[in-house]
């Protein structure tokens, strides 16, 4: 028997499988999506098995070395998805595959040998080195290959089960244990120590009396015994107590019980949508729906009653929402609906806990997940549907290779498994809504809030005329009027600030001098709290300077609007607003981002003020007021998605406001007021935004009436880089189609990064059926070209960022 192996070297010249020989002892256990090890040149490497064979093309075939995994971590489809999503996005097969298995497995992983049934049933050899163990680790018994087989067959029956050892590295948390040593067992504590140690006298009897042959957590001796850490120092200084720790993992969501939350009651908009959506499900029909539904009128009750269709017919669902939503309130409503059958997937989890929310999907313990982008990749075998809310949001569009659109990819799966695909937003992005209009998908809408709640009305100030007026505060008049407002009548405000390219940077008064990171042309960011310039892309940081590096003047200042200076603004105009500031500066330390959002929930905060994290799927009734400091800040950026971005922020920050009983309210400042995208926002008009942005649209050569590659190149040494992207863009033109327009090479938005030049090239094409096989190419010359002369060719098919 012989495997065809995906072998884990991104290079173009091997995107391939090479074939190897499967070991005597191997035949059987040996199944596509398992991982192995494999010679390869002078090394051993790891790789994924893509399919066997009886027999193989070439001569001389080497063996495999060993088995990685006891079960495939891929299923037949994944392997599937990942050689199609690996043409489409011009990435290396391994890439795709590494993309989809939980990075706590991806290196090689460690695997233990547990014994679940009675040792008896054993057969002999491996009773023998059981002996009295309950578990051995994987790697010392393997070395003799013939146990491979015995331990298979052992863990098929269910005496044996095998599994990764996976190190919480991330999130380590270790429990200091203290047992009495032998000596202290049987004699008086007054006979240990000398009866004026009191404390220590009262913790030995403690633990003498409670704990005599076991050991407690350290924690508990200390408020059991009423002593403190110095005492039991003391203790195990003399060897009396001995101290060791274990480690103690953490469900992310233990010891919360999520009260049920039962169906509500549809509105009849709400049952129009499920009927269609149910409809396909029974019908087992694939159906791509764009749900377009304002803020508020209901999406998620409608995606609990779809998913509990699916459950009854014993399938599957995905829940795909943006990273900054999976808010424990979003958490809450699916474990509240499902219980135990949910299964949850950020990246605010550690290794370890991603690994294991991954586990009870591949060991069929769930039948939902509920994650961010990546959980697209569920290992499900019977999926009944698959829902993205927030459809247009920027982050379900990976930056990185494999750089694949969640959307791309369940709509894939959707066909694969012949289930609807239910894409949600209050404002879809131009391309799903302009597929709608083709009904390429089928669009369903949910026009109104539920309890005829109105949308809020939105004001907009113009945030020049403030400063002709002598108003040179980040707040309009008008704003400020409202927060005193809501301060007195005891309600809630939410105050958004968009930190992308509105950052706090420093300059010299003096000579103009700005302080940029060395590596990166870009300015450097002043962090508040630690004193300290960071770099948003390279992570590089340096201490505040208080004299300009060029000129030795002191006149230093910091640009910019943060929200840590609208924090100190608010405290001056009203001492009296308790506020909540939430950015990535105060919600590093996990749980953070909850806590905050739960304080603010019971009401002990007037404001919270924040960046995008808190721009989405917050529920609060109190907030009647939210504000929007600064509407430019997106619109500014150089990208043809900007007005759409802006259009969706400000529809997003208005659905903050007034969802309850109380009336909500909008005020969007701003220095180009008069923008259409600002306009339609202020009437809550998504069709007229988008018939107007269409017509933008076509008249750039923009998506979705043109696709977009972007090509970035990028080398220490400017030349090379110039050079490279000339000819990359030669060979484009003379592969490409007449209709197909090449631009550039121009230098990125973003000159310098990471010490690298970086140049690009983008066309724009309709109909190209070449594309991927012509850009494959590039990687294939040019990268083979210069290849070990660190240079990167990154292409980025669709792009959601032009940096
Ligand atoms: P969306 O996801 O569209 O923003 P939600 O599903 O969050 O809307 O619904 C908004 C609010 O209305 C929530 O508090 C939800 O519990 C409530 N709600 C949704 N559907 C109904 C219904 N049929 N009857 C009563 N309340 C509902
Ligand atoms: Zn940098
Ligand atoms: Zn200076």
């Keep these: 028997m012989y495997a065809k192996v995906i072998v884990d070297v991104a290079a173009a010249q091997i995107n391939k ?19 192995v090890t494999v010679p390869f040149g002078p090394r051993k490497i790891q790789g994924f098995i893509w399919k066997t064979s009886p027999e193989s093309n070439l001569s001389k075939v080497k063996g495999i070395s060993d088995i990685l995994d006891p079960d495939p971590v891929l299923t037949k489809e994944l392997l599937e998805l990942g050689h199609w999503l690996s043409e489409e996005t011009v990435c290396f097969l391994i890439t795709a595959y590494q993309s989809m298995i939980p990075s706590a497995i991806r290196a090689k992983p460690k695997k233990k040998i547990r014994l679940t049934g009675d040792a008896a049933h054993l057969p002999e050899p491996l009773q023998q080195l059981f002996n009295g163990k309950h578990q051995l680790e994987w ?4 070395d003799d290959k013939k146990l491979i087989r015995l331990i298979k067959l052992a863990a098929d029956k269910g005496t044996l089960e095998i599994d990764y050892v996976v190190k919480n590295q991330t999130n380590k948390k270790r429990v200091a244990l203290i047992h009495l040593d032998e000596r202290a067992m049987n004699r008086q504590a007054s006979e240990l120590v000398s009866s004026s140690a009191k404390k220590q006298l009262s913790a030995l009897e403690w633990m003498q009396n409670n704990a005599c042959e076991k050991a407690v957590p350290q924690q508990e001796l200390i408020e059991k015994a009423s002593v403190t850490t110095q005492v039991i120092k003391a203790l195990t200084d003399k060897n009396l107590l001995i101290r060791s720790s274990v480690e103690s993992y953490r469900d992310p969501y233990a010891g919360r019980t999520f009260a049920y939350m039962p169906p509500l009651e549809l509105t009849a908009r709400q049952r129009y949508v499920l009927r269609h959506v149910h409809q396909s499900i029974d019908e087992k029909k694939h159906v791509p729906f764009l749900l377009r539904g304002v803020t508020g009128s209901g999406k998620t009750e409608v995606y609990l009653q779809a998913i509990q269709k699916v459950m009854e017919s014993e399938k599957e669902a995905i829940v795909l929402v943006p990273e900054i939503s999976l808010t424990p309130q979003m958490v809450e409503r699916f474990k509240g609906r499902f219980g135990s ?3 949850v997937m950020h990246s605010a989890l550690s290794a370890g806990e991603k690994y294991d929310e991954w586990r009870k999907i591949h060991r069929k313990e769930v039948k939902v997940v509920v994650g961010a982008r990546s959980a697209v990749f569920a290992p499900f075998e019977n999926l009944g549907l698959i829902i993205i809310d927030e459809e247009h949001e920027g982050s379900y569009k990976q930056e990185d290779h494999p750089r694949y659109h969640a959307r791309q990819v369940a709509l894939w799966r959707g066909r694969y498994h012949n289930c609807p695909v239910l894409l949600g937003s209050a404002t879809p992005s131009l ?70 390219g509105y950052s706090t940077f420093v300059m010299c008064r003096s000579c103009g001098y700005t302080a940029e990171c060395p590596h990166c042309e870009i300015t450097l960011t002043y962090h508040h709290t630690q004193s300290r310039l960071k770099c948003h892309y390279c992570g590089h940081e340096e201490h505040m300077i208080t004299e300009c590096p060029a000129c030795e003047s002191e006149q230093i200042r910091f640009f910019g609007t943060g929200t840590q200076k609208v924090e100190e603004e608010i405290t001056k105009l009203l001492p009296e607003a308790r506020v909540i500031r939430m950015d990535v500066d105060t919600t590093t330390k996990k749980g953070s981002h909850e806590k905050m959002l739960s304080a603010f929930g019971r009401g002990e905060a007037d404001i919270l003020l924040g960046t995008q994290m808190i721009a989405k799927g917050l529920d609060f009734p109190r907030i009647t007021l939210a504000g929007v400091l600064a509407a430019d800040t997106l619109l500014n950026l150089p990208d043809f998605r900007a007005p759409e971005r802006t259009f969706q922020l400000l529809t997003q920050v208005s659905g903050r406001a007034g969802r309850d009983t109380l009336k909500g309210e909008v005020v969007v400042q701003s220095y180009n007021p008069d923008h259409y995208s600002i306009q339609h926002a202020k009437e809550h008009d998504f069709p007229s935004f988008c018939l107007e942005e269409m017509g933008q649209r076509k008249r750039g050569g923009y998506p979705p009436y043109y696709y977009i590659a972007l090509i970035n190149v990028a080398h220490e040494d400017v030349t090379k880089v110039i050079q490279t992207s000339d000819k990359i863009a030669g060979f484009l033109k003379q592969s490409l189609s007449k209709e197909t327009k090449v631009l550039g090479p121009t230098v990125s938005p973003i000159a310098r990064m990471k010490d690298r030049y970086r140049y690009q090239c983008m066309i724009k094409y309709r109909n190209e059926p070449n594309v991927v096989k012509v850009l494959n190419e590039i990687l294939n010359r040019y ?21």
């Design 17 to 35: 499988a090479f074939d190897y020989k499967i070991p005597e002892e191997m035949i059987d256990l040996v199944k596509p999506g398992m991982r």
């Design 139 to 142: 790697e010392k018994l393997t």
């Design 341 to 343: 059958n949910v299964a």
């Design 431 to 500: 391309e799903s809504y302009a597929r709608a209009k083709r009904e390429v998908y089928t669009l369903l809408e949910l026009p109104d809030r539920v309890n005829d709640m109105q949308l809020p009305d939105v004001q907009i100030i113009d945030m020049r005329q403030e400063l002709k007026n002598g108003n040179r505060s980040v707040f309009s008049g008008l704003l400020l009027e409202k927060i005193k407002d809501r301060l007195e009548k005891k309600e809630q405000i939410v105050l958004f600030l968009n930190r992308r």
């Design 783 to 803: 990268q083979k070209e210069i290849a070990g002369d660190k240079l990167f060719i990154s292409i980025d098919m669709n792009p959601q960022m032009f940096m």
